[in-house]
């Protein structure tokens, strides 16, 4: 049926309707004719379903089939309530546009509701989570308001108009939710920044800092009242939550998980098995001897230096006992000159160069010399002081000494025994993250096949790094080399972390860049002499690295583990990233070498047009080879390492070169750098075909963290700077001499090449790395997915000095504020050597600087295991280890839940970080609320009603 029309009466500020004047305008007026109208003209017998249109035409057929069930009712005005928000939002707007009082009110509200919570909330925690909870929940209820009365109206609609009302319901009160919501968080967002701009700019930043972690404290310490309470309840329900989980986890049936990569045949298995484990043993003799030298016929290793000395002297140490190296190593002493003898053991302890000269600045260059009154360049020049470093070195060399290679194994043995009884009885068991399920398969599928003591030594080292990796990560702090290994895992997973950052901004996807790769994991233990290293994986057979922390190195945990394990993280997984592709290496290689060569030659040429150089080199074993081809055999044969000491730079800054300084000079006779190695027919393979030992030289690799610092400084005076100063480190603290590799296959022969030469390639061999578009990023560079460098370095600066100042005033660490949200735990270690390094500029001992720096960075890093790392991304993907056979366990990881776990995960995660912005909602509404209308209805609810009414009566009424 079609309505009458009505005519409207001119408006003229009375109400239309009744005798009253409205006593506020012209739309009370209207939206009551509405009413009356639609109560007189929509009387209809009951359950009569009306499907004719009203006034605005006929019903269309969305309508109609709407009006078919109480289902597509809801449909209907879902889709076209939606459809409808924008513009019943842009209409809140307009209306607010006509009553500034709201808008000022509202964002008046929110801005000080986000400042109030940015000065009383702490930046992470469970405190915050709850309090962002809170705020979202009320939301979200104003939210569901509007969308359950349409639908409720909808439900009961027996008419097209009741229908259109539903909608109507719908679309106004969710635009007026969505307008206020735009309105509120952002100057709750605004009001978060100013008071954080205002805490900073009236307290300064330490005493800004001291606050932060009072906050922190307040909100998460069982020592408080508010923060025990809250454990309390975030104690209960983690232990509801895995009851839960691990009751419906034992009522299912186990589920196959998708494999992350194609499965290799049984006898491929065997094979790649059997060629990566001979490769773990080859890796491990490669670096003891890059460490300590070859095994004498008695066993025992004299390290390197000395083993190069035996060979140029024509005599194979593989041929003699430790009692005739000695002699030998004697009668090599007495006929040499005693200012190039270098250190014995014995020895009184001072290096054969003294670096005395450094501290007045003569070996640093012209550039340099302009700025010496620079506070940078004054700061840096005493902080890589080479007689410093070297003072740190004879400390290393020393605390090794005291844990013998004995003492290391019952530590480990005893760690073993009590790591499975303190699991067994800790009350919260915090897993192993899901992403390492991968390689928990392979070992369980690598167990199945072991039944004799000679297939338990084929995986013997595999099992035994990752069980003692596992056990430490489930002791968490119960032992000193537990938590280590723990934060030394945080540290593999922030630069895992930063790494997928750095792909998004690249415009990569980590999940597909990064398939079935995961940050290495971290154990203390016994490491046999062979020094800090990594068990790399065995591509589709066992996929992760493990890498060792040696047990006689705790002492010097804070100073060197930062660029040692940068150095370390960067090997296998990720350096296979880097890696340049089969078909262009050459290519890339021999352009550097190429490059370089044309450099130096220039250069000479320069200084002495008549200098004829050789354009080949004999090789022993090899005969003479062009200087090309040796540079790009040497080149190859330590892309590996020469890739994650670029790695290491990138990520860690100077600490890769001075904590690997510190290390190699207590390793080395006479503490020099060595410029030798050693070459050999064991070493020749595929990308090795002279044979070279895969270590860069001491001093070249130094050099090569130095061109990576200047290439990624960006023009920072600070970074390249410490560039500078690498260099000047590396020419002091090195031997003299050119670079020399002696053969182990024919004693007292050997390759000599400039060391001026070889180090021209660096530049060229470091912008290839960086720049080159690379396959395994998919056509990026390595270059364009790394962190800013500069803002990484000052920040271990900035640490440094509040370390410095804390340990000058005698302060506790506890005493320091210190926020885990404004540091990685990256930045933490790495601010340890050059805050060693300035206590010992200015007088104090290597041995208390040393002890000093642990005190401080023992205490930030134990922040991070008490109230997480806010740096770090889950690894995942879930793993069911119902699937491995062995003893099957029942557990929670099917993939629903896990679902629903990372549902719950990521909630929370935003509750928390935008807990103040969430609480401009409420303070926005609040405050509109709360000033009243005379006749006592607030502003809000007259702005909603009326934009209702509006709409209503001009849709019903006037047919627009």
Not at 223 to 233: E, Q, S
């Amino acid at each position: 049926m079609e309505f009458d029309t009505v005519d409207v009466a001119q408006n003229t500020g009375e109400g239309i309707g009744d005798d009253k004047p409205t006593g506020d305008g012209k739309t009370p007026a209207l939206s009551q004719l509405s009413k009356e109208f639609l109560a007189d003209t929509l009387k209809k017998p009951e359950n009569t379903v009306v499907i004719e249109s009203n006034k605005d035409g006929e019903a269309n057929g969305l309508e109609r089939a709407a009006m078919t069930s109480k289902a597509g009712r809801i449909g209907y005005v879902t889709a076209k309530g939606i459809a409808d928000t924008p513009g019943r939002a842009i209409d809140s707007f307009a209306y607010d546009l006509d009553n500034p009082e709201n808008i000022a009110l509202k964002v008046g509200g929110g801005m000080a509701f986000g400042a109030g919570m940015r000065l009383a909330l702490p930046k992470s925690g469970a405190g915050r989570a709850i309090v962002g909870g809170v705020f979202a929940f009320h939301m979200a209820k104003d939210a569901l308001k509007p969308i359950s009365e349409s639908y409720s109206q909808a439900w009961d609609a027996d008419n097209v108009a009741e229908l259109r009302q539903a909608t109507d319901t719908f679309a106004t009160g969710f635009g007026h939710f969505t307008y206020d919501t735009v309105l509120t968080l952002g100057a709750a967002n605004w009001g978060e920044r100013g008071m954080e701009r205002v805490m900073r700019g009236t307290m300064g930043n330490r005493q800004f800092t001291r606050f932060e972690a009072y906050k922190q404290e307040m909100w998460t310490s069982d020592n408080h009242i508010l923060g025990n309470a809250i454990n309390t309840g975030v104690r209960s329900y983690n232990r509801v939550k895995t009851s839960v989980a691990e009751s419906l986890g034992l009522s299912r049936a186990a589920e196959k998980v998708g494999e992350s990569k194609p499965r290799l045949t049984d006898l491929e298995r065997d094979k790649a098995a059997g060629k990566g484990l001979e490769e773990y043993r080859h890796h491990v003799d490669e670096k003891m001897t890059y460490s300590r030298g070859v095994a004498l016929a008695s066993g025992e290793r004299i390290g390197l230096s000395e083993t190069v000395s035996l060979l140029e002297s024509g005599i194979n140490p593989r041929a003699i006992t430790l009692a005739e190296a000695k002699s030998a190593m004697r009668v090599e002493m007495a006929n040499l000159k005693p200012e190039v003898r270098g250190l014995r053991a014995a020895d009184e302890g001072k290096v054969v160069e003294k670096a005395a000269d450094t501290k007045s600045g003569d070996t640093r260059t012209a550039e340099t010399k302009a700025e010496g009154k620079s506070e940078i360049v004054g700061k840096i020049d005493r902080e890589t002081n080479p007689d410093n470093i070297y003072e740190m070195s004879k400390l290393m060399k020393e605390q090794m000494a005291r844990m013998d290679e004995e003492g290391m194994a019952v530590a480990d043995r005893v760690e073993g025994d009590i790591g499975p009884v303190y699991t067994a009885l800790k009350t919260e068991h915090r897993p192993l993250d899901q992403g390492y399920g991968e390689v928990a398969r392979q070992m369980f599928k690598l167990g199945e096949q072991v039944q004799r003591a000679d297939d338990y030594q084929q995986v013997g080292m595999l099992f035994g790094y990752f069980r003692d990796a596992a056990n430490q990560w489930n002791l968490g702090n119960a032992t000193s080399s537990a938590r280590l290994a723990q934060e030394l895992n945080l540290l593999s997973i922030e630069i895992h972390t930063g790494l997928k950052q750095g792909l998004r901004r690249a415009g990569l996807k980590p999940e597909e860049v990064l398939a079935a790769k995961n940050p290495p994991l971290f154990t203390v233990r016994n490491d046999g002499g062979a020094g800090p290293h990594t068990i790399p994986e065995i591509n589709g057979v066992w996929d992760v690295d493990v890498v060792l922390w040696p047990r006689n190195m705790m002492a010097s945990r804070s100073i060197a583990t930062s660029g040692i394990n940068g150095h370390e993280i960067g090997h296998n997984q990720y350096g296979g990233l880097l890696r340049f592709e089969e078909s262009i290496r050459d290519d890339v290689i021999g352009n550097a070498v190429a490059k370089g060569l044309e450099a130096f030659r220039k250069e000479q040429a320069s200084k002495n047009p008549n200098a004829k150089v050789s354009e080949t080199v004999e090789v022993p074993g090899h005969g003479q080879v062009s200087r090309q081809e040796l540079y790009e055999g040497i080149l190859k044969a330590q892309a590996n390492e020469n890739t994650s000491d670029i790695w290491g730079t990138a990520w860690t800054g100077p600490n890769s070169a001075l904590s690997l300084g510190v290390l190699l000079q207590s390793l080395r006779k006479g503490g020099k750098l060595e410029n030798r190695n050693v070459m050999g027919s064991e070493y020749r393979g595929d990308g090795n075909p002279l044979g070279f030992e895969v270590h860069g030289m001491d001093r070249f690799r130094v050099k090569l963290s130095a061109e990576v610092l200047r290439q990624r400084a960006n023009g920072d005076p600070l970074v390249l700077e410490y560039a500078r100063n690498l260099d000047r480190y590396a020419d002091v603290a090195s031997r003299e001499g050119d670079y020399t590799w002696s053969s182990l296959d024919k004693p007292g022969q050997s390759v000599t090449v400039p060391k001026a030469e070889f180090e021209a390639m660096i530049p060229h061999l470091v912008e290839v790395q960086l720049n080159q578009p690379l396959p395994a990023l998919k056509g990026k560079s390595f270059g364009e997915i790394l962190p800013d460098m500069p803002n990484h370095v000052r920040k271990m600066n900035e640490l440094a000095d509040i370390i410095v100042d804390g340990v000058k005033a005698g302060r506790e660490p506890s005493a320091i504020p210190f926020d885990v949200n404004q540091y990685t735990i990256n930045q933490v270690f790495g601010s340890g050597m050059p805050a060693a390094m300035r206590l010992m500029a200015e007088g104090m001992s290597a041995r208390d600087a040393n002890a000093w720096v642990n005190r401080y960075s023992d205490h930030f890093r134990s922040q991070y295991l008490k109230l997480g790392d806010p740096h770090i991304e889950p690894l995942g993907p879930t793993f069911n280890i119902q699937q491995l056979q062995i003893d099957p366990v029942h557990t929670l990881s099917d993939r629903g839940l896990a679902g629903l776990s990372k549902i719950g995960t990521g909630t929370r995660n935003g509750v928390e970080r935008f807990a103040p912005t969430l609480s401009g909602y409420t303070g926005g509404i609040l405050a509109e609320s709360l000033v009243n209308k005379p006749d006592g209805s607030s502003f809000m609810d007259i702005t909603r009603q009326n934009i209702a009414d509006d709409a209503e009566a001009q849709k019903k009424i006037l047919g627009h």
